[in-house]
């Protein structure tokens, strides 16, 4: 299965998802290839620090960029359980080759009013490279969501609206424990003392993507 993390806007935690979810998967035996296909290079700095720690990695990395992502990826995907590609914050050609190859996309916005202005972005994107393949599962979901607070049912309700984008209702809070883990090169469950509520809120998210994963045309999320 290859998994693209993609927004159209940075700071919304794609990293964060996208290193947890490769280690997520390993740790439940599968062969994973982490993608990083961001100019920032956040994965590969991430998996760095992570061989620097672990005595084994878990998942391979490498770095692709522009139309040679859809090519690679195309190689590479019977070699693999599972892909996951992490991609940039706006839209490239590199984020635009990945969806292309995927069987699955998600989008993480933050509750903010100036990251849910991307989503008619991201909306329009899902519906371009739709009409040129068979058709992936879009998922919206909130990421880097407060704690407590109005916003985050304010934007959960917005980004309902957009049926190209499926609405998963569970959000990854804003805990100190992502930064706390990634500044390791660790995943939250990897932690000698794990964030418990951070756990959970990883668990139900990746089970559900990986496990209650149904595709679904944008024609028929329409009439749901």
Known sequence: ?????GSQKGGVGKTTIATN???????????VLLVD???QGSAADFTAWREANLD??????VQLTGSNVRKQIEALKPKYD???IDTGGRDTTSQRAAMFVCDIYLSPFAPRSYDLWTVTKVATLVDEIQAGREPFAAYSFLSRADIKSADNREVSLALQDYSQLTFLPFPISNRKAFANSASKGLAVFEM?????KAVAELDALFNHIIHGNVITTTAQKATV
């Open 37 to 39: 296909a961001d100019d």
């Open 82 to 84: 599972h892909i996951v």
């Open 56 to 61: 084994q990695c878990g998942y391979t990395l």
């Open 1 to 5: 299965m290859v998994i693209v993390v």
């Open 192 to 196: 000698e003392e794990p964030d418990k």
């Open 21 to 31: 979810l490769a280690a997520w998967l390993v740790k439940k035996g599968s062969d």
